[in-house]
Nanobody
């Protein structure tokens, strides 16, 4: 089992920045990749960014490229999502996820992840 706890959400204005954190615990040695997803009311869960746990390779959705950056701190078993230039359309609950199976290519769909955090709300006002 892997437990994930997100933090750092809040209410900000358009153009502001926020940094989300996700701390992993439990069988963290089994993690191959971690990612961030978001879900707005009435919409499906949407991929934001992912990072390979060993090599650190990253991949982000086109909608956030150039504004959001995913990173990791292996010693702290934590990943981060630095969000700059926030827009009202970024408003959503942001979820952290972990994959404990090996993979090739990019893992950018919810079904490709095995464990999920409880989510943290990000609200961007115009």
């Amino acid at each position: 089992q892997v437990q994930l706890v997100e933090s750092g959400g809040g209410l900000v204005q358009a153009g502001d920045s926020l940094k989300l954190s996700c701390a992993a615990s439990g069988r963290t040695f089994s993690i191959y990749a971690m990612g961030w997803f978001r879900q707005a009311p009435g919409k499906e869960r949407e991929f934001v960014a992912t990072i390979g746990w060993s090599g650190g390779s990253t991949y982000a959705a086109d909608s956030v490229k150039g504004r959001f950056t995913i990173s990791r701190d292996n010693a702290k078993m934590t990943i981060y999502l630095q969000m700059n230039g926030l827009k009202p359309e970024d408003t959503a609950v942001y979820f952290c996820a972990a994959r404990v199976r090996s993979y090739t290519g990019y893992v950018n769909r919810p079904v490709q992840y095995d464990y999920w955090g409880q989510g943290t709300q990000v609200t961007v006002s115009s």
